[in-house]
């Protein structure tokens, strides 16, 4: 695994959470319209809970970066395009002012087995929002340009399913995705508490309450774990690596590695790991055109 991934998301934290902002552009470097010539790599990940824009300089270095919820993806395919192309125009700007330089392309990702028709819409709320769509990748590739596991399985719980990827040898060799992930938990924590979606979504978020609540979610988390346990049946896999932000939930990863037996690993925070990995295919694309 990736020796420096604390470092990097310890850094990542503290990027999105404004803390860290030293970098200038370099001013020979910035064309008269505000376009930068060097080097940023560009992540877009539109995620069934959260939207996050992130960009790294070319060693792989979180620059700036903007996330925000919104439920414009279900599944996978995005149901609300224009609420995506406003949503992404809002944080490219925001970015933007932090870095003081226009973003002109980035990458974004998809998750396994989604219709090609889909992927394009992935890639066409990027032009929309005036971004260049320089390549797609799916999710679990993408969350290994960060991870750089040899063998093992990367679990990526994200908003509205939980996708499983198999790597042997450093590359993905099987993936799968079903319908379970956070969108779910808060789900039946608005039904346990009587209270509306959004309300919900805070409540779950809420570290003060997530001990009280984990009772509640557990059963989800038992459903992904059993998702887990039978994509992976007969396959030898010798570790789980959690990423997508539901994993944070406190007691994920134990209730995941009890009922599959494989040990599990949870990073520092999982919801940035493939934005990160996106990104980093956006430097590769990039690295490929000479751009």
């Known amino acids: 695994m990736n020796s420096k991934l604390d470092e990097l998301l310890m850094r990542t934290d503290d990027v999105m959470a404004g803390r860290s902002n030293g970098w200038q552009p370099d001013p020979l470097l910035v064309s008269t ?17 959260y939207t996050v824009l992130i960009v790294l300089d070319k060693t792989g270095m979180p620059l ?21 192309v406003e949503l992404l125009r809002t944080l490219k700007q925001r970015v933007e ?14 998750p396994p087995g989604v219709p090609q028709a ?4 992935t890639a066409n709320v990027l032009y929309a929002a005036g971004l260049e ?15 750089q596991i040899r ?25 799968a995705d079903e319908a379970t992930g956070g969108a779910h938990f808060t789900l039946v924590v608005a039904g346990a508490q009587n209270i509306p979606f959004e309300q919900a979504e805070k409540l779950k978020q809420d ?13 989800v988390m038992e459903k992904v774990a059993t998702i887990v346990e039978r994509h992976i049946a007969g396959q030898k896999v010798e570790a789980l690596y959690l990423v997508g932000g539901a994993c944070a939930f406190p007691g994920m990863a134990r209730v995941i590695q ?23 295919h956006h430097g590769k694309t990039l690295a490929v055109t000479g751009d």
């Open 151 to 175: 063998n093992g399985a990367i679990v990526d719980v994200g908003g509205g399913t939980t996708g499983v990827a198999i790597v042997k040898a450093g590359a993905v060799v099987y993936t």
């Open 33 to 49: 319209t505000g376009e930068y010539r060097g080097v940023l790599q560009v992540g877009v990940d539109l995620g069934t809970a």
């Open 258 to 280: 009890e009922i599959t037996g494989v040990p599990t690993y949870l990073p520092l925070n999982p919801l940035f790991v493939t934005p990160l990995g996106i990104a980093l």
């Open 97 to 110: 002012t932090k870095l003081g330089v226009t973003l002109t392309s980035a990458a974004s990702a998809f």
């Open 207 to 219: 570290p003060q309450q997530q001990q009280l609540l984990f009772s509640v979610v557990r059963p």
């Open 118 to 121: 889909e992927v394009r819409a």
């Open 64 to 84: 700036a970066g903007e996330y925000q919820f919104a439920q414009i993806v279900r599944d996978g395919l995005v149901v609300d395009f224009m609420g995506a």
């Open 133 to 147: 769509c320089t390549g797609l990748v799916d999710e679990p590739t993408a969350a290994n340009n960060v991870l």
